[in-house]
């Protein structure tokens, strides 16, 4: 994973735009790995919850111990962030403790029909970082939008083949993905540092 270009934005809050993020062999992992299948209620929200029925969390794959060797190039990437170097780095960036921590990393894949509501992450994120494979050349308009505390649209974030953000939960960090046109598929994968236990306890 390359973090040597990352700038970083102070507007609607503060995050960081970085690109040339991964080779491409985990490009290629995260592009045509084959994902659960099934009916998905798309109710603006990633697991559908909104009901609290969460009827779609079912259908996402985070890599664990269990599937990762299907999986080698982003067991990598996992290994490299529970790695000191790299948490180090990204907990001086974010100005946030890290070194409790566990990685978590899902494969994305969103269809038509899928939007998410501004919403702030969950305190037990402290940190998010997506980063998009773009195998179907869909329009870089289906990045992450992000909103100002009135829930006015500031700016998305280009949805642009092997580049990617990430930021720290808090008060001020609404986001999320106004309805559009999804040709085929939008992926990527969402890493996560957060509180609870994964099966990747950093270092």
Known sequence: ????????????????????????????????????????????????DHTGQ?????????????????????????????????YEKISNILN?????????????????GFWLKPHKDINEKLMTMMIWANPYSESDILGTDLYDEKFKLVKTIKYIHNSGYFFSSGNDTWHGLEMKHIKKERRCIQINYVTFNTDWPVE
């Open 1 to 48: 994973m390359n973090l040597n270009e990352i700038i970083e934005h102070k507007r609607p809050f503060q995050h960081w735009e970085f690109s040339n993020c991964l080779n491409n062999n985990t490009l290629n992992e995260i592009s045509f790995a084959k994902l659960p299948m099934g009916q998905r209620a798309y109710d603006g929200t990633r697991a559908a």
């Open 54 to 86: 969460g009827v779609d969390g079912k259908l996402r794959l985070f890599i664990t111990k269990e599937n990762c060797n299907a999986l080698p190039n982003l067991k990598k990437i996992i290994n490299k962030l529970q790695g000191k170097a790299i």
């Open 96 to 112: 946030k403790d890290l070194s409790n921590s566990f990685v978590r990393l899902e494969i994305i894949g969103d269809k038509k």
